[in-house]
C-alpha cells in the first residue's frame, strides 16, 4: 500500500522561510517522478514542482528562485524548500506520486 504523508506547515511571516516533507512509504521515491501541488479555497489545484527521476527539477514560474525540491533516498522522503514566503504562497501543500497517490496534504499560511 502506497503512503505519502506531508509535515512542515505551518504559521510565518512574509520574508521567512519553511520545508516542507513527504515522507513516502511503499514504494521508492527515486524510482517515480514526484511533484508538489498546493491548493487554496476555491481554486484549483496548482502544480508547484517536479522532481524527476534522474534529479531534474522544474517549478511553477510563480516559485521559480525561491523553492526548492529534494529527495532522500535513505529516508524515502521528499522536500519542498520554500525560502522568502508571500502571502499568496498560503495554500494546502500536497505531494503526489504518478499523478495517482497524494498525500493529505499540510497547511502552509504566511502573514503579511
Known amino acids: 500500500q502506497v503512503q505519502l504523508l506531508e509535515s512542515g506547515g505551518g504559521l510565518v511571516q512574509a520574508g521567512d522561510s519553511l520545508r516542507l516533507s513527504c515522507a513516502v512509504s511503499?514504494?521508492?521515491?527515486?524510482?517515480?517522478?514526484m511533484r508538489w501541488y498546493r491548493q487554496t479555497p476555491g481554486k484549483q489545484r496548482e502544480w508547484v514542482a517536479t522532481?524527476?527521476?534522474?534529479?531534474?527539477?522544474n517549478y511553477a514560474d510563480s516559485v521559480k528562485g525561491r523553492f526548492t525540491t529534494s529527495r532522500d533516498n535513505t529516508k524515502n522522503t521528499l522536500y519542498l524548500q520554500m525560502s522568502n514566503l508571500k502571502p499568496e504562497d498560503t495554500a494546502v501543500y500536497y505531494c503526489?506520486?504518478?499523478?495517482?497517490?497524494w498525500g493529505k496534504g499540510t497547511l502552509v499560511t504566511v502573514s503579511s
Open positions: 503526489n506520486m504518478r499523478s495517482i497517490y
Open positions: 511503499g514504494r521508492t521515491v527515486n524510482n517515480y517522478y
Open positions: 522532481i524527476t527521476t534522474s534529479g531534474s527539477t
